[in-house]
């Protein structure tokens, strides 16, 4: 049955946590409307871990002020428990049980008959394809099948604000899209999804609306697609006929866009984001000027396409880091704690 809430279901102001003498959140800001997923990405060390577990009422703020679908996460922590779950980066079930029973555990735990708590878990088993791994113990899974459990563990009982903390990591790409379609069924029930991911393409897929986190604040939100248009009108892929011209090429379409030329691991690739520097010349238009230079310098062109930038462009110019696979920092210092 869906429990369609409305407005927003996250409301931050000015959230400060340090740890020391370092300061992972330096006035975070964030308005997350509810049935909704909303992405949360950052760097190494951004400060992602820290805010999720501020939220979630791990960890009590420095300053600022947080709501949970109006509860403030301090006063209120009690209210804010019973309507969200959080499925961290490593797996938090019990390993000598096995996987069914784990889940019928925690749906006893929560309130469920026992004949309802084994009927979750094995819907759940299923949907996570762990049928035929039910009855092992969690300790003998391997590190994908651990990831499913624990975000299975996660929606037992559907809450109404789901805390997803890179929740494919490890994950092979049958059991990514798995758990993608899991999401968006939990979404299409009323549940909002706060997710943080080390998979740019995930966020893609998933996210309403993106937050990119650098250094404890909030640097840039939008949709993804307002995002990729911040950086640039688009990105040009060109594929050369012959690897030899590539040098050429890379020369003359560095003066024709005006911008630094990206040579790919293929010999005859090579890449180029536009419309940032252009003038009066629209993204298609530099490309267009740029394939007539290769033209007349006899530079045969077998494949070209001029796309949107992806996430992982926009990350780069937002913060001129890479995408990471984990909160490190965070990670060290609440160890530090």
Do not use: C
């Amino acid at each position: 049955m869906s429990r369609r809430t409305t407005g927003l279901a996250i409301e931050a102001e000015g959230l400060i946590r340090s740890f020391g003498a370092t300061r992972a959140l330096a006035g975070i800001d964030l308005q997350v409307p509810a049935g909704t997923v909303y992405g949360l990405l950052g760097p190494n060390g951004a400060g992602k871990t820290t805010a999720v577990r501020v939220l979630a009422t791990l960890l009590r703020p420095d300053g600022g002020r947080a709501r949970v679908f109006g509860h403030d996460v301090v006063e209120e922590a009690d209210a804010v428990r019973a309507r969200v779950s959080l499925t961290g980066q490593y797996a938090s079930v019990d390993e000598d049980l096995t996987g069914t029973e784990n889940l019928v555990l925690l749906g006893r735990l929560l309130g469920l008959k026992r004949s309802a708590a084994r009927e979750r878990a094995e819907a759940l088993l299923a949907a996570f394809g762990l049928t035929e791994a039910g009855d092992r113990q969690v300790k003998k899974y391997s590190g994908g099948m651990r990831r499913r459990i624990d975000i299975a563990a996660s929606i037992l009982n559907t809450p109404d604000l789901l805390f997803l903390d890179e929740p494919t990591t490890g994950l092979d790409p049958r059991s990514r899209n798995q758990v993608w379609e899991i999401v968006r069924a939990v979404v299409a029930h009323g549940t909002t999804v706060l997710l943080t991911t080390q998979y740019l393409d995930e966020a893609d897929q998933l996210a309403g609306r993106i937050a990119v986190v650098d250094h404890g604040r909030v640097i840039a939100e939008g949709t993804p697609g307002e995002l990729k248009a911040s950086v640039g009108s688009g990105t040009v892929h060109l594929r050369l006929r012959d690897p030899g011209h590539r040098p050429a090429a890379e020369r003359l379409l560095q003066a024709a866009l005006g911008v630094p030329v990206q040579l790919e691991p293929d010999p005859v690739a090579l890449t180029a984001r536009v419309g940032g520097d252009g003038g009066d010349l629209d993204a298609s238009e530099q490309a267009a000027r740029a394939l007539s230079d290769l033209a007349r310098a006899g530079i045969a062109v077998d494949n070209f396409s001029l796309g949107q930038p992806s996430l992982d462009e926009v990350f780069l110019a937002l913060t001129d880091h890479p995408a990471v696979s984990t909160d490190e920092r965070d990670d060290q210092l609440e160890a530090a704690r």
